[in-house]
């Protein structure tokens, strides 16, 4: 920590202020806060281009199982992106009809009932749909020991 302020602090973003017993008050500059507005903007402009991509991938992604005959889908994965995924489900007028996760502390999403993986046993003629990505590969690997068809798997494809 000491070395990342020093080089803050010799960059102009901080400056310090001693105080009396080895104690110190770090103070941002101009110069810092500009640097921190600016790391501020990058990071929002970051996530709302993941979150426009993401959006119209899994729009994409809904509208082409719509176009194929699918009228309902599982979501495997239960982070932001399901709630980025949840919205363009609705918008391609598909179902969703159950929502399962690995993580056991995770009991709803969107006010329903997050179901175990293994309840998606190898005799589920139900599509799942992977929204998570970060723990996409994970996911999929989970499904498939619990004897999930893959053909019955869908994700989006990395960009």
Not at 97 to 110: H, N, V
Not at 137 to 147: E, F, K, Q, V
Request: with cysteine.
């Amino acid at each position: 920590v000491n070395s990342y302020l020093k080089n803050l602090a010799s960059k102009g973003f901080l400056r310090v202020k001693n105080y009396p017993r080895n104690r110190y008050a770090y103070l941002l500059t101009p110069k810092g806060i500009a640097e921190k507005s600016r790391l501020a903007y990058q990071h929002m402009h970051y996530f709302n281009n993941l979150y426009t991509v993401v959006r119209q991938d899994y729009l994409t992604l809904f509208q082409q199982l719509k176009e194929d005959g699918t009228e309902a889908v599982v979501f495997c994965g239960v982070d932001e992106v399901a709630e980025i995924a949840f919205l363009s489900l609705q918008e391609a007028g598909l179902e969703l009809t159950g929502i399962a996760d690995t993580d056991p502390t995770r009991k709803e999403f969107l006010g329903r009932a997050i179901m175990e993986l293994n309840e998606l046993g190898p005799d589920t003629e139900k599509l799942v749909v992977l929204t998570s990505l970060k723990r996409a590969i994970d996911l999929r690997a989970s499904l498939l020991s619990s004897g999930v068809d893959g053909a019955r798997i869908r994700a989006l494809v990395p960009r």
